[in-house]
């Protein structure tokens, strides 16, 4: 703004005389006016709007899109104050928080940053941090301070989305993260977990990502994440196995424990690993299907193939067989026990016990081929029909003495000629021999039937009248037993001074017997010694019963 | 009053630096001033271009009270937390925290006082022109109280910046000022600038001698 200059005055005006009349007052001088552009001052205003300009269209850019968040609850998230936040970089903020028409969610709306635009697609993810303390550790501690926050996956899809259904629990795997995820079928969850740990050789490589039952066909599936570079040791090859607590197991061969680490004792966790003596496999594919296997021993155990389904009939109680008892043949476990159930034998009017079993036959190994070929059928049900003719029978044992586990035991016992025959459905029925315990049984009820029979009752009677009759006869023997008894007395006094007698002459130390014994035996001693003496001296030199005694040996010099 | 006495009093000049009173002298020739004899002041019947300058800042603060209002005037850091604080975020949340007086106050300052001396600023500066014996002694009183609270809307700006001075914890909390912080100290000075332009002369430009006449 131009001021015009206030030039000094060049000379001072005389100053105006009272009374002030207009006509007396001093005239001011005339200066020039710079020139100057009157409408400069409406820079101003104009500035001021290219500032303002400029400051809401910088704020408009720095807003992104607008996205709505569904979630079950809201707890912790506040409009205006939740953030939302990618590898803890605040990409957006909470504007308002609402609930679904329905009344069954919450919607949560976020402002976006312009430079988080690209977060708003499709396959972004969603949800909201809070202190969790769970198996797979602790997290989101800093919110206890902070408050919840929004945290976010971002997506990969260029298709753009602006309302999104967010998760209740962070994801386990974040996009990006390298490493594999494949599935395990399993039959139990045990204390799996999201986040238990996967380990390999004792070393966590991974995390149980997910878990899903499918109602429709009853069947477990948990998702498991393994890092890079561990994938490459997923190979088709390799067996999983639940490694969750403590794995206590009592069966014929005892008590086992199993556990893997401590942490895995406590959250649950799996281990895989690969069977030993397998051939070099590819590393598995991502989400390839593995089975889940209760333990590492059966995981790691050669695969066991086709089942022959086993039927056996026992004529004896089953206490201790339990379903999953071993089936033995002659110390290799070739199958597991499925089902244990009475049966009624409606002729015999007895129970007989109903034992179905599966028989791996692969677990043979190579036997398996050359009995196949021996048989000349293809058929494992065959070989064991072939085994059954040559006297093979199942038979019940003691694994146990201690529990009375019982397993059953394939084995050659001689005995009446049977067959094993296939049924339609493929179940051989394999012919039984008596356990070792109930052969016992027989033998020892005749030995008890055999003691029962001796007559104990008359012998007894025989007994007791012997036994009155000796009494008599003592009776009558009393009198002539009384004179006997006092001539037995009085022989017994004079015994007894003839003793002292000797003792006085003969056994007392100043007897002169003793002396002169004494005296005799300390002379037969002496003479003993100087054989001795002599005896060792000839030993050393026989030669001086020729030479006589050598003289001294020589004292050595120094 | 006569004619003479009024063109007497139209006639005269008195400097504002000296307090010289001269007979105002006849201009014929555009572009020359008149200067006081005694000490040289430019002597002038009311301020050069009162209403365009007036008129410029009043525009520009109206202008910027659009982004002080809508952008963040304080960035509060803490640990954990990153906030942004508009005025009138910052008057809801204390009305929500139940400090009623203190919303108040704030609103008072920031939002209405801005608002109404704007307001104020505009109404003086167009019926200077359009409505000249409109109310003059209310207006010359609206222009006192106008130039008496002006300074009073800075209020916020030093809070913001003593804030920002002080709390400086590092990475635990630190409070810096918006954008919305500078549009507003541009309002407030705008508005104060506006203010000084305006010459309340002008009021009375025309007036009888006695203001409550007319």
């Known amino acids: 703004m131009a001021e015009s200059p206030d030039d000094p005055p060049p000379a001072p005006a005389p100053p105006p005389a009272a009374p002030v009349v207009a006509a007396d007052l001093p005239q001011p001088r005339l200066i020039r006016a710079r020139r100057w552009n009157v409408s400069l001052v409406w820079l101003v205003p104009a500035i001021a709007l290219a500032i303002a300009a400029s400051m809401l269209v910088r704020s408009v850019f720095l807003t992104g899109p607008r996205i709505e968040i569904e979630f079950k609850s809201a707890e912790g998230v506040e409009a205006g104050k939740t953030e939302v936040r990618y590898k803890e ?289 293809p058929s494992d049900a065959a070989v064991l029909q072939e085994l059954a003719a040559h006297g093979l029978r199942a038979q019940l044992r003691t694994g146990n003495l201690l529990t009375g586990q019982l397993y059953v035991a394939l084995d050659f016992i001689p005995g009446p000629a049977r067959t094993a025959t296939i049924e339609e459905d493929g179940t051989v029925r394999m012919p039984t021999a008596p356990g070792t315990l109930s052969e016992l049984q027989p033998q020892i009820a005749e030995i008890v039937g055999k003691v029962s029979k001796i007559p104990f009752d008359e012998i007894g009677r025989d007994l007791r009248t012997t036994l009155s009759r000796a009494s008599a006869a003592i009776g009558q023997l009393t009198p002539d037993a009384q004179k006997a008894l006092a001539e037995v007395q009085r022989t017994l006094a004079r015994a007894q001074t003839t003793l002292d007698n000797l003792d006085r002459n003969v056994t007392d130390p100043s007897a002169p017997v003793q002396r002169n014994l004494e005296d005799t035996l300390i002379e037969l001693q002496r003479t003993a010694r100087a054989l001795r003496v002599l005896a060792d001296y000839l030993q050393q030199h026989p030669e001086s019963l020729l030479r006589g005694k050598p003289a001294d040996a020589p004292v050595p010099k120094r | 009053m006569s004619d003479a006495a009024r063109r007497d009093a139209q006639e005269l000049l008195g400097c504002e630096s000296c307090g010289l009173v001269s007979a105002a002298a006849v201009i014929d020739e555009p572009g020359l001033l008149q200067q006081c004899p005694r000490c040289g002041h430019v002597l002038r019947a009311t301020k050069p271009f009162a209403l365009q300058r007036t008129w410029a800042c009043v525009l520009a603060a109206a202008v910027l009270y659009v982004p002080a209002n809508a952008l963040p005037v304080m960035v509060t850091t803490s640990a954990f937390q990153h906030d942004e604080h508009t005025l009138l975020g910052g008057i809801h949340e204390l009305w929500l925290d139940g400090s009623w007086f203190l919303a108040a106050i704030v609103f008072i300052a920031s939002i209405a006082v801005p608002m109404l001396k704007i307001g104020a600023l505009g109404l003086l500066a167009w019926t200077v022109r359009h409505r000249p014996e409109w109310r003059r002694l209310e207006r010359a009183r609206l222009y006192r109280l106008v130039e008496a609270v002006g300074h009073w809307s800075m209020l916020d700006v030093y809070v913001v910046v003593l804030l920002a001075a002080t709390v400086r914890f590092g990475p635990l909390a630190s409070v810096g000022a918006g954008l919305g912080l500078l549009a507003f100290t541009a309002v407030v000075v705008l508005t104060m600038f506006a203010t000084w332009s305006f010459d309340p002369r002008m009021i009375w430009r025309d007036a009888p001698a006695n203001g409550r006449v007319a």
């Open chain 1, 89 to 377: 970089v605040i990409i957006g903020k909470v504007v308002a928080v609402s609930l679904r028409d329905d009344r069954e969610r919450v919607v949560v709306v976020v402002q976006l940053d312009r430079s988080a635009a690209r977060f708003a697609v499709e396959d972004t993810s969603f949800w909201v941090v809070r202190p969790r303390i769970g198996a797979a550790g602790v997290s989101g501690l800093g919110t206890l301070i902070s408050g919840a926050y929004i945290g976010t996956d971002a997506g990969v899809s260029t298709k753009s989305r602006s309302e999104f259904v967010g998760l209740e629990a962070p994801p386990f795997v974040l996009r990006g993260e390298p490493g594999s995820i494949f599935v395990l079928k399993a039959t139990d969850l045990g204390s799996l977990d999201f986040g238990s740990p996967v380990f390999h050789r004792r070393t966590p490589v991974g995390r149980v990502v997910g878990y899903t039952l499918d109602a429709d066909r009853d069947e477990l599936s948990v998702k498991i994440f393994v890092e890079a570079p561990y994938q490459k040791l997923v190979t088709t090859n390799t067996r999983f196995w639940n490694a969750s607590g403590i794995d206590l197991t009592l069966n014929a061969s005892g008590l086992s424990v199993n556990t893997q680490t401590l942490a895995s004792v406590l959250a649950g966790g799996m281990a895989f690993d690969t069977p030993p003596g397998s051939a070099p496999a590819q590393p598995a594919p991502e989400n390839t299907v593995f089975t889940l296997f209760d333990d590492r021993r059966t995981a790691l155990a050669p695969a066991d193939g086709v089942a022959v389904p086993v039927r056996m009939v026992f004529d004896q109680t089953v206490r201790g067989l339990t379903p999953g008892a071993a089936i033995d043949l002659l110390g290799v476990d070739i199958g597991r026990v499925r089902t244990v159930a009475l049966q009624y034998d409606a002729k015999r009017k007895r129970f007989p016990v109903e034992v179905t079993a599966e028989i791996y036959p692969l677990r043979l190994g190579p036997v398996r081929s050359a009995l196949l070929r021996d048989v000349g059928v």
